[in-house]
């Protein structure tokens, strides 16, 4: 998969004109994953009658092929003879959109094994950058239904974690996400929301020897530490995206993914909802309170303060949203997002709300499908788009209800601003 073009400075204000709060259309649901309502009309100009007639000839015979081949679980290349206007189109065939309906066959075809020998098949299935009608709608759907828990409160699978991986690595190898798709494959990226914030620590990208590790594995050492992250559910398994053997980087989906509104907003959303989730955790000192480093120091004399992965996770948090900030900056600049104030006013559509963390520090782990599933505080307000100033009111009024020490707030503060600067001047 692409990701990107060339490096591009991005605009670091990250405000926008567009309001849409209260003139919008909401033909969408409270979860935010409706459908906008699209017009349609026919042509003033009708094609001539010899136009026409081979025009539907060519439907037959494409017809005829597409049903002796679509019967046999294949997906088929489809053009009209003699047409020039770009690539042919795929058919999804029947079978692999019946999966939608079916999430434990989905989970199975779409799950590459401990050991990826079935990451081909899982190309196979997915990979097609030019499905016909709605057949990128249909794929997201299976990606959907392949990865996602049963219920808000039940922990994923090992499987549903491995079929993620597999959905990651198989669209790396993509140069576009299909038209329809991106809506799926972001829901899908929001169920685990904390597993594709993993970095390795210690080890280069390659050291996991499984897609996906068991919840013992990933369970805190004598220390409190584990490095798939904090607060973790304990009978959670966890997707592991720095496995060697194939490339599965969830941060090389955000490209194509910024480009679809829907898409923005669930991953907007789930990133915010995971913040507010992680704030109510920490202690008053702005810590993990269940993490205790030895007092060691390192080789180089630096001794990692109690603070030190705490900031590091508020870090990765600012930089996906920062990415989603700057791409939209980016393609209103290059013209893939034509009309900025349409795309704003579409991504408040599919918005649920804003997510205020709760004053009080919470021991809870529940899983990270419930995270996504959180419910909001309140609508959005009007500075929706002006994601800094977004974390930085949540931050801001836990702090403040907490009693936090002028000191940490402010160090908090200012690691969110440097990210966000950051990771907006280099997101290409």
Known sequence: MRNGGEAREADADGNDTADGNDTADRNDTADGHGEPRQETGQSADPAPPTLLRRLKKHRLLASAVTLALVATGVAVPLALAGQDDGPPCQEIPAATRALAENPAAATRALDPGDDLNRLDAVRRLLAHEHPCSDGGQALGAVVDAATRATGP????????????????????????????????????LAEYVVDQHLRVFGGEIGGADRPAVPAESARPDGEG????????????????FSHGRAAADPENLLPELAKDPQAFAILY?????????????????????????KPSKSSDGYDAPQTYWVDHDIENMTDRIGALMAYRSLYARDGTIPDLTAYDAAVRRYTPGVYLAQERQLHSRPPMTSIAARKPSGRADRNLMDARHQLNNVLDAWAAARRMSVARASALRQVIDNRYVRVLWMTR
């Open 153 to 188: 409160d039940t922990p994923h699978t090992l499987a549903q974690a491995r079929a993620a991986f597999g959905v990651v690595a198989a669209l790396n190898d993509v140069s576009e996400i299909p038209d329809g798709m991106a809506p799926g494959v972001a829901r899908m």
């Open 225 to 240: 530490w584990t490095r798939y992250g904090r607060f973790l559910a304990p009978a959670e398994p966890h997707v592991d």
């Open 269 to 293: 959303a789930a990133e915010r909802a995971w913040f507010a989730y992680y704030l109510e955790r920490l202690d008053r000192q702005g810590s993990d309170s269940g993490y205790h480093p």
